[in-house]
Each structure stands twice: as structure tokens, then as C-alpha cells.
């Protein structure tokens, strides 16, 4: 295998520099890791500081008697950008907590007024309902005024068949007292007394007519009767189901 | 003949076409200028100050939750958006994921003032209110690469908004190890090294000192160069490169308040792991930590030690928390946009699939 390897110049000088780089890296630490070189390497900045502190000190001192203006000036001028800059972005978060609290208000606002509509909504629906309800109501209010304009017909029917009864009950009186007449043979009131037997017995066809119309009305009332009370269940405002 | 054919295969054979096209390109490599840094399709959604935060839509949105990456204080923005194909924030976008991501700027010497508590508050966690408000979202995902996760674990601990999950990449948590000599580290904790007059001095500390630092920390790139060499006759790797070689030498510039606070709360008193550390008056204790967590660090990282890392995982109260080491260095896992990768099985079972939401 190792008969198969070709040279590669760059290959040995790139390993030759890392191994160099490597040793003399090295022998830089070591030759620094001591205190002395820390202390004089302290000693080296501290004279540039002093150095670099008196020719600030001298470059403001010249160019104030020049009246020039120095790099600090600028500086100075410039922090003052810096602060407008900070005010501005303060203001612009300032503007952020309102949106962000308009949005949560307009947010919270909407809510309600969905809220809102909703019960107006149902609230329009329910009032649908209860007009219908009215108007089914009126309807029995109407049902039940001619229910009770019926009933004081029937009364009075009541009333003329009670007096139409005693009234019969006087004509079986009469009958009786003719047959008890003819029986004794009185002429001349017999002639009288048929003939009011034939007006009576006459009436007495009338009356009987009407009672069987009468009888035929209250069977009808009493049908339409059976009819009404039913729907008067379904429309009783008080037994709505719905809400 | 046989001893003729091996003497053939040990001598290199010159391939001229390729030799040719590895010296251009570090002809190129040498003359041009640095490549121009073209972004993930974005969109500002913030600006404060220097600071911006950006809107990074997916390209095909499949999680319901968004990303959110905070990066240190120590790099420029581009660390996480380097390029098509090497692009962390690309990477993110690809699989799915709404990304945010704060670009801290470059403080001028008018942010002097600014500390790590600032930055934190006025800054991060402001920046991720206005994402979530953005997005829509209920909750989102906070992502903090090394330092941008230092601070991404204290806004966790701190902050009453809604993260759903936090990923933490070579973070730095134990102040008291490092990658430095250990007798640097004692000097800046017993006070025998103090950058306290130095950031006084400079008030905005500038690039060229950072870039010095991260220098004394790894002087040398004779490896970075030797990879470049070895590979120039690769465009794709040459142009990744060159990405990578203008990143690495665009340093950031520092504010001397955040700079004092951070040498001083977190490598001379360690304070975030003693659970001292107060930001505008809310105690960081990293207990308050609940959501997923999930950290990763680097075998070969020369800037955060893996010790460094681990603490979190006993300091948080999360159930579900998930430690992983990825095989390489401390910039190639950002460089490279590996990152999204190691990244997205995790989150992506735990950022609400909108598949599973519609279905």
C-alpha cells in the first residue's frame, strides 16, 4: 500500500506549518505564563494610558483655545440624537400598549354586541311567537264570546221551554177537564171548548215544532262546543313551550 | 523496472492546469481587495443607535418559530451571514426558519458610556420584544454564539419574554479558566493586570487594539495560509477564504464602560457563575432558566475552553437540556455555516412544524 502514496508538496507543507505553528504556539504560552510578564505587560498599559489621558487632555485644551470643536463635541451632539432616538421608541411602545389595549377593548366590545344581537335575536323570535300566540288568543277571546252569546240563547230556550212545559202542563189540565166535561155532556160549552181544544191543539203542534228545532240547535251548540275546547288547550298563552 | 515505477509514483507529476490555477488564485488572493460581504435577502426591521435588527424570511417557512441570533460584542455582523453556502443565518433561512438577527454596529466614541447591561437591556432584550412583536409569534428561539451567548443566557434568566428554546454555541460561562495563560488569568483576577485606566483612556476602545488582542491570543496563522496554499487551486475554497480572511482581520471596535465591566464582573469576580451578576436590578441567576437548552462547544476552539462551557448545564433548571462537542475550531463552526447544521435536528423538533400544526 505505502508503495502506492505519491508526494504531495503542499500535503508536507501544510503539516510541516501545523506542526511548527503547534511547537511555537507553545513555547509563546509558556514563555508568557509568568507573573512577570503580566506585570510588565501592566506596567506597558498603564503607561499608554497615561500617555493616551494627556494627549486627550491636550487636544481638548488646544482646540478649546482654538475654538475648534474635537471628536467629543460631536459625541456630545450625537448622545443627543441617541436620546431623541430612545424617546421616539419609547413613544412607539407607548402607542403599542394602547393599540395592543384598543384592540383588546374593541375585542372585548365586540363580544358584547355579538352578545347583544344575539338576544335581540331571540328576543324578535320570541316576540313572533307571542304575536301569534296573540293573535290565537283573540281568536278564542272571539270563539268564547259567541260560545257565550250561545249559552244565553240556550238560557232563554231554557226559559221558554220551562214556560211552554207549564204551559202543556195547563193544556193536560184543560184536556183533563174537557174529558170530565164531555163526559157530563154540557153542549153548549163543548162546542166553545172544542174549539179552543183545536186552537190549543194547534199551538201545541207549534210548540212542539219549536222544541224539536230548539232540541236540534243545542244539539249543534253542544257539538261546537266539543270542537273549540280542544284548540283552547293548544293555544293557552301560559302553556308555551317555548322560551 | 519495478524500482522505475515506484521512483514515478513518489515524484509529484505536475498537473500544469492545476498548478496554474492555484497560483492565480493567490495572485488574486494577494491583490485584489477583500471580497464584498453579500447578505441574506433581509429586510430592517429596528434601528437604535448603531444597532439593527434584521428580518431574515425563510425561504420555504416550515416551524412556526422564529430564530433569534445574538452574536459577541467582539465581532462584526458578518460572522454569521458570510456568504451563500457558508452563511449561518443562510443556512437557518434554507431549512425553514424566520430569522432575526441583531447586528450590534460599531460604537463610536458617543457609546462610550455603554455597558454590558445596556446592551443587554435596552438593546437584546428591546430587539427581541420588537422580533416577537414582528413575527407574530408567541415565542421565539434565542441563539447566542460565544459572547452573544453569555448574553443571551443572562437576558434568558433575567427577561419575562417568551423563548421557547436557547442554543448556546462555544459559549464562555466560568470566567475563572480559559484558553490564556493561567498566571494572565490570576493577574486580572488578584488585579495585577487591569484594563480599568486603559478603557478610561480610550473611552471606545478601537478596532486595531481588539484586533491586537484576539492577535496575543493566536499569533500565529501559519496553518490558515498553509491551508490556503495547499488548496488555492479550489475556487470554491479560495473564495470562502478570502471571506474568511477579511472577517478575521475586521475587528470590532469596543466601548471602554462594557469593557471595564466585562474584564472586571466576569474575568476578575466571575460573577455570572457565582450568580452575582445584577442587571438593571434583576439578579441574573441562571436557575430561572426553564426552556430547551442546548449547548455546543468546540474540540479545537482556541478561544473558549470547553470547561468553560459546561457549568451551564447544572446551573439551568431545564429538563430538557442537550450537551454536544463539534469537531473543529471556534470560527469554522460559524465560518463554515456548520453551525445550522449541528443546529436544526435539535430545534427543529422543538419549533412547531407547520406541517404538523395545518395537518
Same mark, same amino acid.
Given at each position: 500500500m505505502s508503495k502506492e502514496k505519491t508526494y504531495d508538496l503542499f500535503a508536507g507543507y501544510k503539516l510541516l506549518s501545523e506542526m511548527w505553528e503547534k511547537q511555537l504556539m507553545d513555547l509563546l504560552f509558556k514563555a508568557t505564563d509568568n507573573k512577570e510578564f503580566v506585570r510588565t505587560a501592566n506596567i506597558g498599559l498603564d503607561l499608554h494610558s497615561r500617555y493616551m489621558e494627556r494627549v486627550r487632555k491636550n487636544q481638548e485644551f488646544i482646540a478649546a483655545l482654538m475654538n475648534i470643536p474635537t471628536k467629543k463635541d460631536v459625541a456630545n451632539a450625537a448622545k443627543m440624537s441617541i436620546q431623541a432616538e430612545e424617546k421616539f421608541d419609547s413613544l412607539e411602545e407607548q402607542v403599542w400598549n394602547l393599540q395592543d389595549g384598543l384592540a383588546s377593548f374593541s375585542k372585548e366590545n365586540l363580544t358584547f354586541?355579538?352578545?347583544?344581537?344575539?338576544?335581540?335575536?331571540?328576543?324578535?323570535?320570541?316576540?313572533? =311567537?307571542?304575536?301569534?300566540?296573540?293573535?290565537?288568543?283573540?281568536?278564542? @277571546?272571539?270563539?268564547?264570546?259567541?260560545?257565550?252569546?250561545?249559552?244565553?240563547?240556550? =238560557?232563554?230556550?231554557?226559559?221558554?221551554?220551562?214556560?211552554?212545559?207549564?204551559?202543556?202542563?195547563?193544556? @193536560?189540565?184543560?184536556?183533563?177537564?174537557? =174529558?170530565?166535561?164531555?163526559?157530563?155532556?154540557?153542549?153548549?160549552?163543548?162546542?166553545?171548548?172544542?174549539?179552543?181544544?183545536?186552537?190549543?191543539?194547534?199551538?201545541?203542534?207549534?210548540? @212542539?215544532?219549536?222544541?224539536?228545532?230548539?232540541?236540534e240547535l243545542m244539539g249543534k251548540e253542544k257539538e261546537r262546543k266539543q270542537k273549540k275546547e280542544p284548540e283552547k288547550e293548544l293555544v293557552l298563552p301560559g302553556a308555551s313551550t317555548t322560551k | 523496472m519495478s524500482a522505475r515505477v515506484s521512483t514515478k509514483?513518489?515524484?509529484?507529476?505536475?498537473?500544469?492546469?492545476?498548478?496554474t490555477k492555484r497560483w492565480n488564485q493567490l495572485y488574486k488572493v494577494m491583490t485584489e481587495p477583500k471580497p464584498d460581504i453579500i447578505p441574506t435577502p433581509r429586510k430592517c426591521v429596528w434601528k437604535k443607535n448603531k444597532t439593527t435588527l434584521w428580518y431574515h424570511p425563510a425561504k420555504e417557512k416550515k416551524h412556526a418559530v422564529p430564530v433569534f441570533l445574538v452574536y459577541s460584542l467582539l465581532n462584526k455582523v458578518y460572522i454569521l451571514d458570510v456568504g451563500e453556502g457558508s452563511s449561518v443565518v443562510g443556512g437557518l433561512t434554507e431549512r425553514g426558519y424566520d430569522v432575526y438577527l441583531l447586528d450590534w454596529g460599531t460604537p463610536g466614541l458617543e457609546d462610550a458610556d455603554l455597558t454590558l447591561e445596556n446592551y443587554i437591556i435596552d438593546y437584546l432584550e428591546n430587539a427581541l420584544k420588537r422580533a416577537i412583536r414582528h413575527s407574530g409569534a408567541k415565542e421565539m428561539s434565542l441563539m447566542g454564539y460565544c459572547l452573544g451567548g453569555t448574553m443571551a443566557a443572562i437576558l434568558a434568566s433575567i427577561t419575562s419574554l417568551p423563548i421557547k428554546n436557547l442554543v448556546l454555541a462555544a459559549v464562555p460561562i466560568d470566567f475563572s479558566i480559559g484558553t490564556v495563560p493561567q498566571k494572565w488569568l490570576d493577574g486580572i483576577q488578584n488585579g495585577e493586570l487591569s484594563f480599568d485606566r486603559f478603557a478610561n483612556a480610550y473611552q471606545t476602545l478601537p478596532s486595531e487594539f481588539l484586533y491586537l488582542m484576539f492577535k496575543l491570543i493566536t499569533p500565529l496563522n501559519a496553518a490558515t495560509m498553509a491551508n490556503l496554499y495547499t488548496r488555492a487551486h479550489d475556487e470554491i475554497y479560495v473564495e470562502k477564504w478570502?471571506?474568511?480572511?477579511?472577517?478575521?482581520?475586521?475587528?470590532?471596535?469596543?466601548?471602554?464602560?462594557?469593557?471595564?465591566?466585562?474584564?472586571?464582573?466576569?474575568?476578575?469576580?466571575?460573577?455570572?457563575?457565582?450568580?452575582?451578576?445584577?442587571?438593571?436590578?434583576?439578579?441574573?441567576?441562571?436557575?430561572?432558566?426553564? *426552556?430547551?437548552?442546548?449547548?455546543?462547544? *468546540?474540540?479545537?476552539?482556541?478561544?473558549?475552553?470547553?470547561?468553560?462551557?459546561?457549568?451551564?448545564?447544572?446551573?439551568?433548571?431545564?429538563?430538557?437540556?442537550?450537551?454536544?462537542?463539534?469537531?473543529?475550531?471556534?470560527?469554522?463552526?460559524?465560518?463554515?455555516?456548520?453551525?445550522?447544521e449541528i443546529m436544526d435536528p435539535w430545534l427543529s423538533t422543538r419549533s412547531h412544524d407547520l406541517q404538523e400544526i395545518r395537518s
Open positions: 354586541l355579538q352578545e347583544i344581537i344575539n338576544t335581540i335575536n331571540q328576543m324578535k323570535a320570541e316576540s313572533l =311567537k307571542t304575536k301569534a300566540e296573540l293573535a290565537e288568543t283573540k281568536k278564542i @277571546k272571539t270563539d268564547l264570546q259567541d260560545l257565550r252569546q250561545g249559552l244565553v240563547d240556550i =238560557k232563554i230556550l231554557q226559559v221558554n221551554l220551562q214556560e211552554m212545559c207549564k204551559e202543556l202542563e195547563g193544556l @193536560k189540565v184543560i184536556q183533563a177537564e174537557l =174529558k170530565d166535561s164531555l163526559t157530563h155532556q154540557e153542549p153548549p160549552k163543548t162546542d166553545r171548548g172544542l174549539e179552543e181544544l183545536r186552537q190549543e191543539i194547534a199551538q201545541l203542534a207549534e210548540i @212542539k215544532s219549536e222544541i224539536a228545532s230548539l232540541k | 509514483s513518489f515524484l509529484p507529476l505536475l498537473n500544469i492546469e492545476k498548478e478570502r471571506r474568511m480572511d477579511k472577517w478575521t482581520k475586521d475587528a470590532q471596535a469596543f466601548t471602554g464602560a462594557a469593557f471595564k465591566q466585562f474584564f472586571n464582573d466576569f474575568y476578575k469576580e466571575n460573577k455570572l457563575l457565582k450568580g452575582e451578576l445584577v442587571m438593571d436590578g434583576r439578579k441574573v441567576d441562571l436557575k430561572n432558566i426553564k *426552556c430547551p437548552l442546548f449547548v455546543f462547544s *468546540c474540540s479545537r476552539d482556541t478561544l473558549i475552553a470547553e470547561k468553560q462551557s459546561l457549568p451551564i448545564m447544572d446551573l439551568v433548571s431545564s429538563e430538557d437540556k442537550t450537551y454536544e462537542v463539534y469537531e473543529g475550531g471556534h470560527v469554522s463552526l460559524v465560518l463554515t455555516g456548520v453551525f445550522a
